[in-house]
């Protein structure tokens, strides 16, 4: 477990310009500007602030954003690969597309491999907080920190609370879906969810989008939803997303490499063009889930390398939704 990886550093969406197209005064662009400051002191990233309203016209400043980032584009690709250790590696793990299989060979994989990477000092973000319904008791046991379980059960309550108030809750899931392929309740379903963040005490409890800093694993408020849940993880720090999906998913993400982990090899055969790491070995015995997850791991450590990329990058599977606080399970 001392070895190196190779730092993500030379992908052009880690490394490239943000640009920023505002239609406001320069007083709003001044408070934007500080209040990126206050949320993240170290954000030292290229940002391109464009004013429309301070603009020549609207051909003018499409021609300057667009010839500013390809300046950026061309400094952000003079960055190499520096040799960084495993203490680096930020995996988020999602489910989507669940099926019978999934808290029996992938999640539980993917969980043995966060134990591992938490173990030596790396972080694990476990999120889609409506899919942890039924789970939660489970995990509150596993906080070491009291204040953190209670921001956690404030976190549930307050999402299920809003959900509810628009006639919703977080006891629609199971979803018809999940239901017809074998997850037939909400307790097998969140357990099973669950089982990706492996067996790691829980360190830190965050909000949407709250930067990761402790190692270790860490419970991340997100909708169940794909796209909004990998989108938050990846801006609260994902370098890797391992993505377990029983029936297939697209979902894949512009910043940070989606993995997609399937929980049988019925699906691996059938959308070979977007899986990854086939779990269906567990399934017929051939491998243990320890086997599986250590597996798992050095495919992560390859990937965060540039050894292997991921089918989703390949793919341009470039999905990005901000969750907007709107009722999204």
């Given at each position: 477990m ?15 310009v ?9 007083l ?11 949320r ?43 040799p ?20 029996i ?45 209670k921001?956690?059960?404030?976190l ?22 999940n ?60 370098t ?74 390949l ?15």
């Amino acid at each position: 477990m001392g070895r190196l990886l190779a730092a993500y550093a030379d992908h052009p969406n880690v490394a490239g310009v943000t640009i920023l197209s505002l239609g406001c005064q320069n007083l709003q662009t001044k408070q934007l500007l500080e209040e990126i400051k206050l949320r993240n002191p170290n954000f030292d990233k290229p940002l391109l602030v464009y004013e429309q309203q301070q603009s020549q016209s609207e051909e003018q400043l499409i021609s300057d954003a667009i010839k500013d980032t390809f300046k950026g584009l061309i400094e952000a690709n003079k960055i190499e690969r520096q040799p960084a250790p495993l203490t680096k590696l930020v995996l988020g793990v999602k489910c989507g597309g669940s099926d019978g299989f999934s808290g029996i060979s992938a999640n539980p994989s993917v969980g043995y491999t966060s134990d591992l990477l938490a173990a030596i000092g790396g972080k694990v973000l476990l999120a889609e907080f409506p899919e942890l319904c039924g789970a939660e008791q489970q995990l509150i046991d596993r906080t070491i920190d009291e204040d953190k379980a209670k921001k956690f059960i404030h976190l549930m309550t307050t999402y299920n609370s809003q959900a509810e108030a628009v006639g919703s809750g977080f006891y629609m899931n199971p979803s018809p879906g999940n239901i017809k392929d074998g997850l037939i309740t909400d307790a097998i379903k969140s357990t099973g969810a669950a089982k990706k963040g492996g067996t790691s005490p829980v360190v830190d409890v965050l909000d949407y989008t709250e930067p990761a800093t402790k190692p270790g694993l860490s419970l991340v408020c997100t909708p169940g939803n794909d796209v909004e849940a990998t989108t938050g993880k990846a801006a609260s720090g994902a370098t890797l997303i391992l993505f377990t999906t029983g029936l297939g998913t697209p979902t894949g993400n512009p910043v940070c490499p989606t993995i997609k982990v399937s929980t049988n090899n019925v699906l691996t055969k059938r959308m070979n063009d977007i899986i990854d790491i086939n779990c269906g070995p567990v399934v017929e015995g051939e491998k243990t889930i320890e086997e599986m997850g250590e597996d798992i791991l050095e495919y992560c450590i390859k990937a965060a390398s540039g050894e292997v990329i991921p089918k989703a990058v390949l793919l341009n599977q470039d999905d990005f939704i901000p969750w907007k606080r709107g009722v999204s399970l």
